[in-house]
């Protein structure tokens, strides 16, 4: 089944313990992205990645660190967590291909860090 | 540089009625419009997509919605409202591909479905 997975799907923490949240697709797409999500504000990107080895910020990266050695996994690092990093996060992946223009989304991690 | 404002943060409607949920973008370029769902607790899933093809876009459950390049929106309609319609929806504007691809989202309309 295509999709996009990432674990854990839920999470508490404390402030200033590195967590990593990992994120893996089984579609062979180029582009992959990572989203939080707060209540009234919608989804913000916090970054994205073009491809292996290429990756950028989007609107809100302060307090997090990607990388992308494979093409298939896109882990999100917080190095030093915050409550108000305290939210949803999203991972999405698509084609960088003419045509294909829709995000897949993951089933969503809940992060609380107290 | 693109933006979605998604008017109405709640929208409750009774079960068999019209369902209108508001969405406006600001575009310098002709973009790419579309709509997520996401059920409580659960992750974004695609309603529709413009690409650029037809104006009116048909998607999944019964739900439509009609690019107006004058009036630079893109409302999504259903015709009779179902009590798993309830849900949080979602506008969402991006440009071409390459990093203009990236998605710019609206806050959310939240759906209510009353019996």
């Known amino acids: 089944e295509a999709q996009v997975t990432q674990n854990p799907r839920y999470l508490i923490t404390v402030t200033g313990k590195k967590l990593t949240v990992t994120c893996s697709q089984n579609m062979n797409h180029e582009y992959m992205s990572w989203y939080r999500q707060d209540p009234g504000l919608g989804l913000r990107q916090i970054y994205y990645s073009m491809n292996v080895e290429v990756t950028d910020k989007g609107d809100v990266p302060e307090g997090y660190k990607v990388s992308r050695k494979e093409k298939r996994n896109f882990p999100l690092i917080l190095e030093s967590p915050s409550p108000n990093q305290t939210s949803l996060y999203f991972c999405?992946?698509?084609?960088?291909?003419?045509?294909?223009?829709?995000?897949?989304f993951g089933p969503g991690t809940r992060l609380t860090v107290t | 540089a693109q933006s979605v404002t998604q008017l109405g943060s709640h929208v409750s409607v009774s079960e068999g009625a019209l369902v209108l949920l508001r969405c406006n973008y600001s575009?310098?370029?002709?973009?790419?419009l579309f709509w997520y769902v996401q059920y409580p607790n659960q992750g974004l899933q695609l309603l529709l997509k413009y690409t650029s093809a037809a104006t009116l876009v048909k998607g999944i459950n019964g739900f439509e919605a009609e690019f107006k390049k004058s009036e630079t929106s893109f409302h999504l309609t259903k015709p009779s409202a179902h009590m798993s319609d309830a849900a949080e929806y979602f506008c969402?504007?991006?440009?071409?591909?390459?990093?203009?691809?990236?998605?710019?989202f609206g806050k959310g309309t939240k759906l209510s479905v009353k019996p």
């Open positions: 575009s310098s370029v002709p973009p790419y």
């Open positions: 999405a992946s698509k084609l960088e291909l003419q045509g294909h223009y829709e995000q897949y």
């Open positions: 969402a504007v991006s440009l071409h591909g390459g990093s203009q691809g990236n998605l710019i």
